[in-house]
């Protein structure tokens, strides 16, 4: 018993069996089903891979969003602490400049 060759011929699939010479109808519609089989299971993959891919491309966006969000808050936050240092800074010369005129009052006051 010779088993049936497959072979690649101008771009198609070939079964022959070379004992009888003939294509065995049966072999070939076992093939075919093998076939659509593979590609039906492929085509499945694909439509799951495709799913998985939308389904990043919406976390993807959600997190560009929500770290727009956070940056724009961040930034917020971030002036707001600046102006806030600004305005302890001012308050720390104002009272520098308060204590030397109570230092250099009182050092007269004494003096005299």
Do not use: M, W, Y
């Not at 076939?35 to 959600?62: D, E, F, P, R, Y």
């Amino acid at each position: 018993f010779t088993r049936p060759s497959v072979a690649a011929e101008n771009g198609s699939l070939i079964l022959f069996d070379p004992a009888s010479g003939r294509v065995p109808l049966q072999q070939l519609l076992g093939l075919i089903s093998s076939l659509n089989t593979t590609v039906l299971a492929q085509q499945t993959t694909i439509t799951a891979q495709q799913s998985a891919i939308s389904a990043l491309q919406g976390t993807v966006t959600a997190l560009q969003g929500s770290l727009s969000s956070s940056n724009a808050a961040n930034a917020a936050l971030i002036s707001s602490l600046n102006a806030s240092i600004i305005d302890l800074q001012l308050q720390i010369e104002q009272l520098k400049t308060t204590t030397t005129t109570t230092t250099t009052t009182t050092t007269s006051t004494t003096t005299t």
